[in-house]
């Protein structure tokens, strides 16, 4: 009998990925955990029923996350993610040659043991303990708290607003981050799909336009994700997306992230320009 693994992506709508073998399955304290192979995604990791990640396609999401704020940024030294428990997101960050210290805080710690385990191609920059890397396990939120204009750059690389997460996507948490920016700081978040989930993308929007001089939205197609049309909100002190041009060369090979992606990603289709600023501003 053939077996699936399901993510319910809406109440009318189901992600079923055929499974070769499950790997693991089981609770943490926040969460329920699977790590399966597919046979269309490859390795998989599920956290309370919603696909987090795949071999096959989790360069796209983690170059979009990491190297669009990064080089945005023309000289990021310290970067922070929030979340990120299966390394990928700190596995890009510290490719930055100008990058002097990258400190990942996630609440599970089981996520990142399972990470390490049975995902080592993304989680390599915690398996091989590089040197710029500090994991932390704790809560993001409180953690933003305590945090004072030290980081230039904050990735928000976070579960759904649903269990440990929820908080992550609330008005005082974008403040909080703000503050733990320096002057001229940049933050982004994974704000789901601005197909599926319109009033998550307007709210979050919202409330980053609310507190940061600049906002911008920017898409990236995710196969594993609901509808495949994926967005990162992104909000900034200083420095623009939409007048970015390059301030040091990328000396790394990517998968999906080039210059010309630097631009086309906030390049966004009317019906996502009418749900951020309405229809009249067209
Ligand atoms: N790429 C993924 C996506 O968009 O679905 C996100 C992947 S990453 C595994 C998400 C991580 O956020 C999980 O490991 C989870 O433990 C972590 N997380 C959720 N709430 C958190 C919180 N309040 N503080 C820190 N980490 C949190």
Not at 43 to 55: K, P, Y
Not at 98 to 109: A, Q, R, Y
Request: glycine letters at 6%; proline letters at 6%.
């Amino acid at each position: 009998m053939k077996e699936f693994v399901t993510e319910h992506q809406s109440p009318y709508l189901d992600l079923s990925a055929e499974v070769t073998e499950i790997l693991y399955r089981g609770k943490s304290d926040f969460q329920d955990i699977l790590v399966a192979d597919t046979k269309e995604f490859g390795r998989m990791l599920v956290l309370d029923g919603v696909f987090q990640t795949s071999i096959k396609d989790e360069f796209i999401y983690h170059e979009s996350i990491v190297h669009i704020p990064l080089f945005l940024h023309p000289n990021p030294k310290h970067v922070l993610i929030i979340g990120g428990g299966d390394g990928g997101a700190a596995r890009e960050a510290v490719r930055h040659p100008e990058v002097e210290t990258v400190t990942m805080v996630d609440i599970d710690g089981k996520v990142i043991e399972l990470a390490k385990e049975f995902l080592p191609e993304i989680s390599r920059a915690m398996l091989e303990d590089d040197p710029k890397l500090t994991v932390k396990v704790g809560d993001g939120i409180a953690y933003m708290k305590q945090s004072k204009n030290y980081y230039d750059v904050i990735i928000v690389d976070c579960s759904d607003p649903v269990g440990p997460g929820e908080g992550l996507f609330t008005y005082d948490f974008y403040k909080d981050t703000y503050s733990a920016l320096t002057a001229d700081g940049i933050f982004v978040q994974q704000t789901e799909s601005p197909f599926m989930h319109q009033k998550l993308v307007k709210d979050v929007f919202s409330c980053v336009s609310d507190i940061f001089p600049v906002t911008r939205l920017y898409t990236a197609f995710i196969p594993l994700y609901p509808s495949g049309m994926h967005c990162f909100t992104l909000g900034s002190k200083h420095y623009d997306p939409l007048q970015w041009t390059p301030s040091r060369r990328r000396s790394f090979a990517t998968r999906y992230y080039n210059e010309g992606i630097q631009r086309s990603a906030f390049v966004l289709p009317n019906f996502v320009k009418d749900l951020l600023y309405g229809a009249k501003a067209r």
